[in-house]
């Protein structure tokens, strides 16, 4: 492949088609630096503005629930098992919500745990 040559596949978005941008021969290729990675296809070093981690886990966790047919949000139950999915896809699925909520929890305890008064959230829950 010369590199002066434009391949189409360097030049897609990621998503913009149903398939890779690239085979998985040229991703080992790019890893070992015998082919230059477009930038469009390098990982970004820097963190997303305006989001932090636990609302990025919250997001991911409701959008695995949607994707099994539920609802978003820490209140809604996880929704039963699809007709067709297998039962260890499902728990796989359970156990990524599960997690990333658990995260969302750990980052704004790690966040706000100095602002919140326990005693006072003990007192309101008895």
Known sequence: MS????NPRETSLPGAARRQPWTPR???WAVRGQIPVPP???PSLCKPVGE???SRMLRKANKIRMALGGEAG???FIARKPKGM?????QAKVDRICRAEYQADQAFLSRYGDKLDFDDLRAVSN
């Not at 590199?3 to 434009?6: A, G, K, L, N, Y």
């Not at 297998?86 to 499902?90: E, F, S, V």
Request: net charge positive.
């Open 86 to 90: 297998w039962n260890r896809t499902y």
């Open 74 to 76: 820490t209140s809604a």
């Open 26 to 28: 040229q991703w080992s």
């Open 52 to 54: 932090d981690r636990a």
């Open 40 to 42: 469009l296809l390098q």
């Open 3 to 6: 590199r002066d040559r434009v």
